[in-house]
């Protein structure tokens, strides 16, 4: 698992340093101020694990391409290069730094004319061989076909986390008796509030089975597929509490009804209750309630606020309780919310 990030001089952050929980954080913030290049920068610093896995006598030159190749097809700066993801205006190099459980570091520099990282420190890096999951914002099981080859062979709009979640997905089923018990409770209880399962045949092609019929993944409510997609990462083992690297999810709350959004809470912090660590980012307000709500002796969520300081550079607060938030644009604006409903329904007395 990552314990902590350091950035500098990186996209829009002038310097950021974030402990993380090893169960579960939530990163919240107004839009703008980097929760998801915050996901994709410790994602992509988790990159090393499958290539050492690989191949353990990768070199560090042959590492310095691999985690520069990660960033520009997870960031897709302009004109696909490096330098345009060093802070505009900053006359320092960028630098980016992980820490893992274990004690290993892997950090990297480059400056707006470099073409490659620079790797500064890569402390036992290759001993960190727990691969990350990455679910982005957009469920892929209704474009799962094709995709592979289109990603592969044209410049398509879809940043490295689609092709990474893709590769995962197709991976085979793990055998019954090899599946992590809460991981076969997620997928029964998944398939229980869908009314039936998602089956992946290979090659991209995904129906919907319920125990009579079988239908197109694409005639699927998106917050269905979005939940096919956890229960199927949970069923290859690419998802595996205890094993797999970090599960990091952007804005998870997408096009889920409140009945998934109260599911989706009781599995993560069932996962991270069996070694599984999660990082996500949210703007939902009941996301965050739910997670308040279900929180037992022994859980522990962790919640990062990111904001603009008075000079405009992008802070942090974290804490432990959701009550302290501080700033919490989500519960402010859910206050607002209701201080408008009294308001108008008392007609302005309430004022």
Request: glycine content about 8%; charged content about 25%; some cysteine.
């Amino acid at each position: 698992m990552i314990t902590k990030l350091d950035i500098k001089n990186f996209t829009v952050f002038n310097g950021l340093s974030i402990d993380f929980s090893p169960k579960i954080n939530v990163i919240i913030g107004e839009n703008g101020t980097g929760k998801t290049h915050l996901l994709k920068a410790a994602y992509g610093l988790c990159a090393g694990a499958p290539l050492f896995k690989n191949k353990p006598d990768t070199g560090e030159d042959e590492l310095e391409a691999a985690l520069t190749a990660k960033l520009l097809r997870l960031f897709m700066p302009l004109d696909d290069k490096l330098g345009k993801m060093h802070r505009q205006g900053a006359t320092d190099q960028a630098y980016l730094s992980a820490r893992f459980a274990g004690g290993q570091k892997i950090a990297a520099t480059f400056f707006n004319n470099s073409k490659t990282l620079a790797i500064q420190d890569h402390a036992n890096y290759e001993q960190y061989q727990a691969e990350a999951v990455f679910i982005p914002t957009k469920e892929i099981l209704s474009f799962m076909k094709g995709f592979g080859s289109l990603f592969a062979r044209y410049e398509l709009s879809f940043d490295q986390t689609y092709k990474d979640v893709f590769d995962f997905l197709e991976l085979p089923e793990v055998r019954q008796d090899s599946l992590h018990e809460k991981s076969k409770w997620a997928m029964a209880e998944i398939e229980g509030i869908c009314g039936g399962r998602f089956v992946f045949y290979g090659g991209g092609k995904v129906t919907f089975k319920t125990e009579h019929t079988e239908y197109s993944a694409n005639s699927m409510a998106e917050g269905f597929r979005k939940a096919g997609m956890l229960s199927r990462l949970l069923e290859t083992g690419a998802i595996q509490p205890g094993v797999s690297g970090p599960l990091f999810w952007d804005e998870p709350e997408s096009n889920l009804n409140p009945k998934l959004m109260k599911l989706l809470v009781e599995i993560l912090l069932e996962l991270s209750r069996n070694g599984q660590q999660i990082i996500l980012a949210t703007h939902d307000y009941f996301l965050l309630k739910w997670f308040d709500l279900e929180m037992s002796k022994g859980d522990h969520v962790l919640y990062h606020a990111l904001y603009r300081g008075d000079e405009g550079a992008i802070k942090v607060e974290s804490s432990e309780d959701y009550r302290s938030i501080s700033p919490n644009a989500i519960a402010d604006t859910f206050n607002d919310l209701t201080k408008e409903q009294v308001n108008k329904k008392m007609g302005g007395l309430g004022k």
